[in-house]
Nanobody, 119 residues
Framework: QVQLVESGGGLVQAGGSLSVSCQAS????????MGWYRQAPGKQRELVAD???????DYGDSVKGRFTISRDNAKNTVYLQMNSLKPEDTAVYYC?????????????WGQGTQVTVSS
C-alpha cells in the first residue's frame, strides 16, 4: 500500500504562482512514477504532469511551459510548481502514484487539493 498526503494549493489571482506537494509513504520502494492530475467541475480528470523514478517527465499540453514537476527521492515527495496561472487551471489537483510489483500494477490517489485561480 502507498499513502499520499498532499499539501499546498489555495487561491491565487490569474498570472500568479502556486505550488503543491505530495509525500508518499508505505510501499514506496516499488513506486515507478508519481504525478498530478486535475479535475474541474463537469470535466474528466486529466494529466497535469508526472515524473518517473529516473526523472523523466511528462506534461499535459495545457500546462507545458508554465508548470514544473520535480521530486525529492530522499523525502519521497513530488512537487508541482505552477506559474502564470489561468482561471482555467482551477480544479481539484490529485496526487498520483504508480507502484509495480511482481503480481501487478497499482495506482494510488491522494485526497485532492483545491486550486482556484481568480480572473
Amino acid at each position: 500500500q502507498v499513502q499520499l498526503v498532499e499539501s499546498g494549493g489555495g487561491l491565487v489571482q490569474a498570472g500568479g504562482s502556486l505550488s503543491v506537494s505530495c509525500q508518499a509513504s508505505g510501499s514506496i520502494f516499488s513506486i515507478v512514477s508519481m504525478g498530478w492530475y486535475r479535475q474541474a467541475p463537469g470535466k474528466q480528470r486529466e494529466l497535469v504532469a508526472d515524473i518517473t523514478s529516473d526523472g523523466s517527465t511528462d506534461y499535459g499540453d495545457s500546462v507545458k511551459g508554465r508548470f514544473t514537476i520535480s521530486r525529492d527521492n530522499a523525502k519521497n515527495t513530488v512537487y508541482l510548481q505552477m506559474n502564470s496561472l489561468k482561471p482555467e487551471d482551477t480544479a481539484v489537483y490529485y496526487c498520483n502514484a504508480v507502484r509495480v510489483s511482481a503480481i501487478g500494477r497499482y495506482i494510488y490517489w491522494g485526497q485532492g487539493t483545491q486550486v482556484t485561480v481568480s480572473s
